[in-house]
Structures are given as structure tokens and as C-alpha cells.
């Protein structure tokens, strides 16, 4: 059984940062990939950022330069450091986990960018 637990997320103006964590427990097998996707309102769910185990990382063009994602494997946890951000940003962020075939969500955690 594996959980993803997220934290981080909430509101913030345009330009602000802000700082989403992800913690994985149970069976982790070590060479997986951990990511975050992200959720409008009316639309699909989309890749922000991936990192895998040894540490290959990929973005979305859309948060280039301005998104950083980060690993800590002692601690089976993925960070997302989230810099200049803008109203387009806002959307529910889902921590997700892939390994040999299985994939797993977080529950969702609420950015929105606003003045």
C-alpha cells in the first residue's frame, strides 16, 4: 500500500512563491518517479514537473525557470518550489508516483494565485 501525503499550497498573489511537499510511504521500489501534475477548473489534468530516482528531472513549458523540483530520498519526499507566480497557475496540484507500471495519486492540494 502506498500514500501520498501533500502539503504546502494555499493563497498567494502574482509574483509570490510558494512551496508544495510530497511524502511517500509503504513499498517503494528504488527506481521510481515522482512528479506533480496540476488541475484547472474545466480542464485537464497536466504535467508540472517530474524528477526520477536518478534525479533525470522534466517540466512543463510553461513553468520553466520559475518552478524547481527537488528530491529527498531518504525521506521518500518530492518538493516543488514554486517562484513568480501568476494567476494561470491556479489549479488543484496532485503529487503522483510511478513505479513498474503502478501509478499513484495524492489528494490534491489547492493553489491560487490572486490579488
Known amino acids: 500500500q502506498v500514500q501520498l501525503v501533500e502539503s504546502g499550497g494555499g493563497l498567494v498573489q502574482p509574483g509570490g512563491s510558494l512551496r508544495l511537499s510530497c511524502a511517500a510511504s509503504g513499498s517503494i521500489f528504488s527506481f521510481n518517479v515522482m512528479g506533480w501534475y496540476r488541475q484547472a477548473p474545466g480542464k485537464e489534468r497536466e504535467l508540472v514537473a517530474t524528477v526520477s530516482s536518478t534525479g533525470l528531472t522534466n517540466y512543463a513549458d510553461s513553468v520553466k525557470g520559475r518552478f524547481t523540483i527537488s528530491r529527498d530520498h531518504a525521506k521518500n519526499m518530492v518538493n516543488l518550489q514554486m517562484n513568480s507566480l501568476e494567476p494561470e497557475d491556479t489549479a488543484v496540484y496532485y503529487c503522483?508516483?510511478?513505479?513498474?507500471?503502478?501509478?499513484?495519486w495524492g489528494q490534491g492540494t489547492q493553489v491560487t494565485v490572486a490579488s
Open positions: 503522483n508516483l510511478r513505479m513498474s507500471g503502478y501509478i499513484y
